[in-house]
């Protein structure tokens, strides 16, 4: 049976109720910005303008194409808004399949990152990590991860870990390479969103390294299972979220440990590392990739 996209384009300013009103209907549905629009006024954690429109994709069945078009552009009409949803048949796909099988191999020494489906070799002297990154943040080629598994790899030749905290795990690539390093420690990953939890749970699978590896649902520290002693934590989220979290790092991380953040631009690393400094953090060791900035605090 043949695959369709029904697809639509909407303002920014209605793009949630939208797909909220949508999503019980739709087998799968995809939300982003239409990169051609002008900005909108509003702009995103890291200071940048989001996209005045946003494209909303619906996967359907051929006998579905004019039901969901129908509802889509009847909600939109509701919310005060006239579009024309187009149709566009597809090839039948394995999306989730061609998703893993086009994820870029990326290396950052001794890790070599990649999917389940890729024919990687992993030669001796590396360390292959299969994450799956899919529908959760975390395929290994963003520079803010790039750079917390640098400032990592620094820190472990020199230290031994034994309880690690990924706070906001996404796919939980960082803590599975700090494990398949390191395989005794034991960690603790944690996000606010449920299907990153899953991935992780997944990935932990893939790489054998589920052991004495706990992935929890937690905004921040609000778990109780989040409330341990740590000697490192991997912060790679945003620049006002890590700052937030600081007071609670200083609570939970041990004398002396290490958190390793990121997720900020270079232009925002000033209140991150002063909001450390004023918790008792010093700042070690820092990378800069690409305009992102990765830092090594240590508690004092």
Same mark, same amino acid.
């Given at each position: 049976?043949?695959?369709?996209?029904?697809?639509c384009?909407?303002?920014y +300013?209605i793009?949630e109720p939208?797909?909220q =009103?949508l999503? @019980?209907?739709c087998e799968s549905?995809?939300?982003?910005? @239409?990169?051609?629009?002008?900005?909108?006024?509003?702009?995103?954690e890291n200071?940048?303008?989001?996209a005045?429109?946003?494209?909303?994709d619906?996967?359907c069945? @051929?006998?579905?194409?004019?039901?969901?078009?129908?509802?889509?552009e009847s909600? *939109?009409?509701?919310?005060?808004? +006239?579009? !024309?949803?187009?149709?566009?048949?597809?090839?039948d796909?394995?999306?989730?399949?061609a998703?893993?099988?086009?994820?870029?191999?990326v290396h950052?020494?001794?890790?070599?990152?990649?999917?389940?489906?890729?024919? &990687?070799?992993?030669?001796?002297g590396?360390i292959?990590l299969?994450?799956?990154?899919?529908?959760?943040?975390?395929?290994?080629?963003?520079? !803010? &991860?790039?750079?917390?598994?640098k400032?990592?790899?620094?820190? *472990?030749?020199?230290?031994r870990f034994h309880?690690?905290?990924?706070?906001?795990?996404?796919s939980?690539?960082?803590?599975?390479?700090?494990k398949k390093?390191?395989?005794?420690?034991?960690v603790?990953?944690?996000?606010?969103?449920?299907?990153a939890?899953?991935?992780?749970?997944l990935?932990?699978?893939?790489?054998?390294?589920?052991?004495?590896?706990?992935?929890v /649902?937690?905004?921040?520290f609000?778990?109780?299972?989040?409330w341990?002693? /740590?000697?490192?934590c991997? =912060?790679?989220?945003?620049a006002k979220p890590?700052i937030?979290?600081?007071?609670d790092?200083?609570?939970?991380?041990?004398?002396?440990? /290490?958190?390793i953040v990121?997720?900020?631009?270079?232009k925002? *690393?000033?209140?991150v590392?002063? *909001?450390y400094?004023n918790?008792g953090?010093?700042?070690?060791s820092?990378?800069?990739?690409?305009?992102?900035?990765?830092?090594?605090?240590?508690?004092?």
């Amino acid at each position: 049976m043949a695959k369709y996209l029904v697809r639509c384009v909407v303002p920014y +300013t209605i793009v949630e109720p939208f797909q909220q =009103a949508l999503e @019980d209907l739709c087998e799968s549905l995809i939300v982003f910005e @239409d990169s051609n629009s002008e900005p909108s006024p509003t702009t995103d954690e890291n200071g940048f303008p989001i996209a005045s429109l946003f494209q909303v994709d619906m996967l359907c069945e @051929d006998v579905d194409v004019f039901k969901y078009k129908a509802r889509a552009e009847s909600v *939109a009409a509701l919310l005060g808004i +006239t579009i !024309t949803a187009s149709v566009e048949e597809i090839e039948d796909t394995n999306w989730l399949l061609a998703c893993h099988q086009g994820q870029p191999e990326v290396h950052v020494h001794p890790f070599i990152i990649h999917s389940s489906e890729s024919s &990687t070799i992993i030669k001796p002297g590396s360390i292959g990590l299969k994450i799956n990154a899919a529908t959760a943040f975390g395929s290994g080629e963003h520079p !803010t &991860t790039q750079g917390c598994l640098k400032l990592f790899t620094q820190l *472990a030749k020199k230290h031994r870990f034994h309880n690690i905290l990924d706070m906001g795990c996404g796919s939980g690539v960082l803590s599975i390479a700090a494990k398949k390093l390191r395989p005794h420690i034991q960690v603790t990953g944690v996000d606010i969103e449920a299907e990153a939890v899953r991935r992780t749970r997944l990935n932990t699978k893939l790489n054998g390294c589920e052991r004495n590896y706990k992935v929890v /649902y937690s905004v921040g520290f609000q778990n109780p299972e989040t409330w341990q002693n /740590y000697d490192l934590c991997f =912060a790679n989220i945003l620049a006002k979220p890590l700052i937030r979290l600081a007071p609670d790092m200083k609570k939970y991380i041990k004398q002396n440990a /290490y958190i390793i953040v990121s997720g900020l631009l270079d232009k925002q *690393a000033s209140m991150v590392i002063n *909001a450390y400094i004023n918790c008792g953090f010093s700042i070690g060791s820092q990378i800069s990739i690409s305009g992102w900035r990765s830092i090594a605090f240590r508690k004092f």
